[in-house]
């Protein structure tokens, strides 16, 4: 949106229960496929597809037309967007952003915007005084695309953080509320849910932003968590039956554990946590008033290192984390941010299986929603950046389709009607599945060709691809899905050291 600023860069320096027969049965299963191999008994399997051009869906062709996804199934992981600067604005052209909204209502069950900042201009600019119309803007897009909306509560006015009513200062959008306006931030959101009867569903702050504390040098999580709780509170109470999450912290990994962070023992192939982030939601969790979910974000690259693991170990991070959260609490899990790096045109499709694998890491351990952060791409000449949905809306030709969104389509398809079972395995470690009752969406996160039989198909996969496969109805079950080879190997508890 003219006027709003990009995202603010992030602060520097800051299981699912599995059966004991899953270990147990992962070397007969290796056995097996040995065996298999050697004794020559594999059929001709299918000559790879190479997978869709970096700007363009596959030739297999998502009908757009299509219906809507699901409303959530609290089961099942439900799949969404958070918008984010640039998202089907009204100052685009008019055929990309009816193409883009009919790819938006086809991808997204849930649909996430923030009050201030990100395509919404200050709420709130003066005590008493409320400017609704960028917000409205965003939640009529919402509505036109048949999303379940979700409200992100960030940012503060600046008169709440120091600054001079009725003034704006974008440099400082990332500050958090002043103590003594709490309360006042907590009245701004009573007002948003006030003004949003239809929205059930509200994160308060955006990555514990503003909540840093440079002398213990460690998040101020016990502001944060006061601020929280003085939220939930005023909404509890003035809007009765809405859903309110936190803390929304970055979950930090580091390459090298003595590379700036304080190591956890929550680490292995993609790198240690940083027990910084776990402490947060540690404390959060026993201190919290009260919440319907927890949220959190967090990406495959260190913050020291790049992405240290190959893709299909480091995606497995998502469910490695979710499982660590699910040892600790029953509340739903969403991962209100997921990031799977940047590459430019030619380097997407890997991006594309990575963000599709992590989405079935964090379907296999049971978390409750995924948010891409910012589905419309920047229109930008040469592009360096994360997958995203739709080309820009911002001139003729734009809104189209990209890898992801298709990807995301035939997903929503199947979590509409998942095998009743285990509905995702992996029947080698670079393979995915995702088992539908009458289809399957397999992705590759191997940079070379994979050979794989699933459900009675012989499947040969090229690099990096992500496969939509209908099944006849003669096809098996789906196998038992007793183990998740990547995910001890990328994160699992470590002994703690003995001094």
Same mark, same amino acid.
């Given at each position: 949106?003219?006027?709003?600023?990009?995202?603010?860069?992030?602060?520097?320096?800051?299981?699912?229960?599995?059966?004991?027969?899953?270990?147990?049965?992962?070397?007969?299963?290796?056995?097996?496929?040995?065996?298999?191999?050697?004794?020559?008994?594999?059929?001709?399997?299918?000559?790879?597809?190479?997978?869709?051009?970096?700007?363009?869906?596959?030739?297999?062709?998502?009908?757009?037309?299509?219906?809507?996804?699901?409303?959530?199934?609290?089961?099942?992981?439900?799949?969404?967007?958070?918008?984010?600067?640039?998202?089907?604005?009204?100052?685009?052209?008019?055929?990309?952003?009816?193409?883009?909204?009919?790819?938006?209502?086809?991808?997204?069950?849930?649909?996430?915007?923030?009050?201030?900042?990100?395509?919404?201009?200050?709420?709130?600019?003066?005590?008493?005084?409320?400017?609704?119309?960028?917000?409205?803007?965003?939640?009529?897009?919402?509505?036109?695309?048949?999303?379940?909306?979700?409200?992100?509560?960030?940012?503060?006015?600046?008169?709440?953080?120091?600054?001079?009513?009725?003034?704006?200062?974008?440099?400082?959008?990332?500050?958090?509320?002043?103590?003594?306006?709490?309360?006042?931030?907590?009245?701004?959101?009573?007002?948003?849910?006030?003004?949003?009867?239809?929205?059930?569903?509200?994160?308060?702050?955006?990555?514990?932003?503003?909540?840093?504390?440079?002398?213990?040098?460690?998040?101020?999580?016990?502001?944060?968590?006061?601020?929280?709780?003085?939220?939930?509170?005023?909404?509890?109470?003035?809007?009765?039956?809405?859903?309110?999450?936190?803390?929304?912290?970055?979950?930090?990994?580091?390459?090298?554990?003595?590379? !700036? @962070? +304080? &190591?956890?023992? #929550? $680490?292995? *192939?993609?790198?240690?946590?940083? /027990?910084?982030?776990? %402490?947060?939601?540690?404390?959060?969790?026993?201190?919290?008033?009260?919440?319907?979910?927890?949220?959190?974000?967090?990406?495959?690259?260190?913050?020291?290192?790049?992405?240290?693991?190959?893709?299909?170990?480091?995606?497995?991070?998502?469910?490695?984390?979710?499982?660590?959260?699910?040892?600790?609490?029953?509340?739903?899990?969403?991962?209100?941010?997921?990031?799977?790096?940047?590459?430019?045109?030619?380097?997407?499709?890997?991006?594309?299986?990575?963000?599709?694998?992590?989405?079935?890491?964090?379907?296999?351990?049971?978390?409750?929603?995924?948010?891409?952060?910012?589905?419309?791409?920047?229109?930008?000449?040469?592009?360096?950046?994360?997958?995203?949905?739709?080309?820009?809306?911002?001139?003729?030709? !734009? @809104? +189209? &389709?990209?890898? #992801? $969104?298709? *990807?995301?389509?035939?997903?929503? /398809?199947?979590?509409? %009607?998942?095998?009743?079972?285990?509905?995702?395995?992996?029947?080698?470690?670079?393979?995915?599945?995702?088992?539908?009752?009458?289809?399957?969406?397999?992705?590759?996160?191997?940079?070379?060709?994979?050979?794989?039989?699933?459900?009675?198909?012989?499947?040969?996969?090229?690099?990096?691809?992500?496969?939509?496969?209908?099944?006849?109805?003669?096809?098996?079950?789906?196998?038992?899905?007793?183990?998740?080879?990547?995910?001890?190997?990328?994160?699992?508890?470590?002994?703690?050291?003995?001094?």
């Amino acid at each position: 949106m003219p006027g709003t600023p990009p995202r603010p860069p992030r602060w520097p320096s800051t299981p699912r229960p599995r059966r004991g027969a899953r270990r147990r049965a992962a070397s007969l299963t290796l056995g097996v496929a040995v065996l298999l191999i050697t004794s020559g008994l594999l059929l001709a399997l299918a000559p790879a597809q190479p997978p869709p051009g970096p700007d363009q869906p596959s030739a297999a062709g998502y009908d757009w037309s299509a219906r809507r996804p699901p409303g959530p199934n609290p089961d099942l992981l439900a799949v969404g967007v958070t918008h984010g600067q640039y998202s089907i604005d009204n100052w685009g052209d008019d055929d990309a952003r009816a193409s883009a909204m009919r790819v938006l209502g086809a991808t997204a069950t849930y649909q996430n915007q923030h009050i201030f900042g990100w395509g919404a201009l200050n709420p709130q600019p003066r005590p008493g005084v409320y400017e609704w119309a960028s917000l409205d803007r965003r939640m009529r897009l919402v509505r036109a695309t048949g999303g379940t909306p979700v409200i992100t509560l960030c940012c503060a006015p600046d008169w709440m953080k120091g600054g001079r009513p009725g003034e704006t200062d974008w440099t400082r959008l990332h500050a958090a509320p002043r103590p003594e306006h709490y309360r006042d931030f907590a009245g701004l959101a009573v007002a948003v849910a006030r003004r949003y009867p239809q929205v059930r569903h509200f994160l308060v702050w955006n990555e514990m932003k503003g909540f840093w504390d440079n002398l213990r040098n460690r998040w101020d999580y016990e502001a944060y968590t006061k601020f929280y709780n003085t939220v939930y509170d005023a909404l509890k109470k003035a809007v009765p039956g809405v859903k309110v999450g936190g803390p929304y912290v970055v979950v930090d990994v580091w390459g090298d554990p003595t590379a !700036g @962070g +304080r &190591p956890s023992t #929550l $680490a292995g *192939a993609c790198g240690t946590i940083d /027990r910084r982030s776990l %402490d947060a939601i540690d404390y959060w969790l026993r201190n919290k008033h009260g919440a319907d979910f927890v949220a959190i974000d967090g990406g495959v690259v260190t913050r020291d290192s790049g992405q240290v693991a190959s893709t299909t170990l480091a995606t497995a991070m998502f469910g490695g984390v979710t499982r660590w959260l699910r040892h600790r609490t029953d509340l739903p899990i969403w991962w209100s941010e997921f990031h799977v790096g940047y590459a430019e045109v030619l380097g997407q499709q890997q991006l594309v299986a990575s963000a599709v694998a992590a989405l079935l890491h964090m379907a296999d351990e049971r978390a409750a929603v995924a948010l891409l952060w910012q589905p419309e791409r920047l229109a930008e000449q040469e592009y360096r950046g994360p997958p995203t949905l739709w080309t820009s809306t911002q001139s003729a030709g !734009g @809104g +189209r &389709p990209l890898p #992801l $969104a298709e *990807a995301l389509a035939w997903m929503q /398809r199947l979590l509409a %009607d998942p095998e009743p079972a285990d509905a995702v395995s992996w029947p080698v470690p670079e393979v995915g599945v995702l088992h539908g009752r009458h289809a399957l969406l397999v992705v590759s996160t191997a940079g070379r060709e994979v050979e794989v039989r699933v459900r009675g198909q012989r499947l040969r996969l090229a690099p990096y691809e992500v496969r939509y496969v209908p099944l006849p109805d003669t096809a098996p079950p789906p196998a038992p899905a007793w183990w998740t080879p990547a995910l001890d190997e990328c994160l699992s508890e470590q002994p703690k050291p003995t001094s």
